[in-house]
C-alpha cells in the first residue's frame, strides 16, 4: 500500500475530482471538462471497474482499505488518498456514508448506429429512448428496469440527465455500467435513424390516438424503440410528430400518469 496518499488539507488539489458532489449544475461542467465521473461505495466502484472502466483515483477512509483491497491491488498505478470522514465530508458537501469513492475515466460515446449494430452480434431489438429527463433517480431507475428486463440498450437524447451522476449511477445499482447506452443527438432527428435501422418508434404517450400496451405487445415488432418522455410534459411535439405509433398503458384511480421509471419497467415488461 506504498502509493496510498494521506491528505489533510481539503483544499488540496488532488481531491479536485471529488469537490461538491452534491452541485450538480458545478459537477456536470467540471465531470464533462475533466472527462469523469464518481463512484460511490465499494459495490459500485467494484462493479465500475469490473465493467472496464478506468480509475483515475481513489478517495477513502482508512477504514474502507481492507474492503477494496483487491480492487486496488490491481490498479497499482492509480492514487488512494486516505483522508478522515470529516475531511471528506468538506470536501464533497456530504457524508459519505458508504466511506469509498473513485474518480473513474468516462469513456468516449459510442455512435448510436454502433450501438445498435454491433458487426457479428445479434442486432440490438429492444431499445428505450429517455427523453429530456430531469431526474436523475428517474435515469438511474429506469437502467435498472432496463438491465432486469432484457432491454438491449438505451439511447438519451441531448439535454437528458446524466446516466453517469452520482445519482444516477446510484439508483441504478451500477446498472448504467452493463446497459449499453450513448446519447443520441440531435433528437427527434435520431428517430430517423432508428427507423432506417428497422425499428418501430413507440412513443410511450398519454395523448390521442394511442393504441394500448397490449396491442403494442401483441403486434410484437423484431425490432422496437420505446420513447419515454420528460417527467414535466410528456414527449415533445416534434416527436410525437414523428413516431410510427402512439402507445399507452391504461390506469384507474383518477391518475394522471404514472413515474416515468414506472411506466419504464410496466412496458419493459409487457414487450420482453
Ligand atoms: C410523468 S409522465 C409525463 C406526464 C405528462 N403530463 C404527459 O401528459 O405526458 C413522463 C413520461 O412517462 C410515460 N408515461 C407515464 N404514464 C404513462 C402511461 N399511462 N402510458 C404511457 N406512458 C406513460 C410517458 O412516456 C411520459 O412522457
Do not use: Q
Not at 390516438?209 to 418522455?229: C, K, M, Q, S, Y
Amino acid at each position: 500500500m506504498s502509493r496510498e496518499v494521506i491528505i489533510t488539507d481539503p483544499a488540496d488539489d488532488r481531491l479536485g475530482d471529488y469537490v461538491a458532489l452534491r452541485e450538480s449544475s458545478l459537477r456536470r461542467s467540471l465531470e464533462a471538462e475533466r472527462g469523469l465521473f464518481i463512484a460511490e461505495g465499494e459495490k459500485v466502484i467494484r462493479r465500475a471497474v469490473e465493467s472496464g472502466h478506468a480509475p483515475r483515483s481513489f478517495l477513502l477512509a482508512r477504514r474502507w482499505l481492507p474492503g477494496l483491497a483487491d480492487v486496488l491491488d490491481r490498479h497499482l498505478d492509480v492514487p488512494v488518498y486516505v483522508v478522515t470522514e470529516e475531511l471528506a465530508e468538506r470536501v464533497t458537501g456530504f457524508h459519505v456514508h458508504r466511506g469509498a469513492l473513485a474518480s473513474m475515466h468516462r469513456a468516449v460515446a459510442p455512435a448510436p448506429a454502433d450501438l445498435l449494430d454491433v458487426p457479428g452480434r445479434t442486432p440490438r431489438s429492444r431499445i428505450a429512448v429517455l427523453e429530456d429527463l430531469v431526474d436523475h433517480a428517474n435515469v438511474g431507475a429506469c437502467f435498472r428496469s432496463a438491465a432486469a428486463l432484457g432491454v438491449d440498450a438505451v439511447l438519451v437524447t441531448p439535454n437528458c440527465a446524466d446516466p453517469l451522476y452520482r445519482r444516477s449511477i446510484k439508483v441504478s445499482m451500477g446498472s448504467v455500467f452493463h446497459v449499453p447506452w450513448t446519447r443520441v443527438d440531435p433528437w427527434p432527428a435520431g428517430a430517423r435513424l432508428l427507423r432506417e435501422a428497422g425499428y418501430v418508434v413507440a412513443g410511450m404517450t398519454l395523448g390521442e390516438g394511442a393504441i394500448t400496451l397490449d396491442e403494442l405487445a401483441a403486434r410484437n415488432p423484431p425490432r422496437l424503440a420505446l420513447v419515454f418522455g420528460t417527467e414535466g410534459h410528456g414527449l415533445a411535439a416534434s416527436t410525437d410528430r414523428l413516431v410510427d405509433l402512439r402507445v399507452t398503458i391504461p390506469m384507474m384511480g383518477g391518475v394522471d400518469s404514472l413515474n416515468v421509471a414506472a411506466a419504464s419497467a410496466v412496458a419493459f415488461y409487457a414487450t420482453r
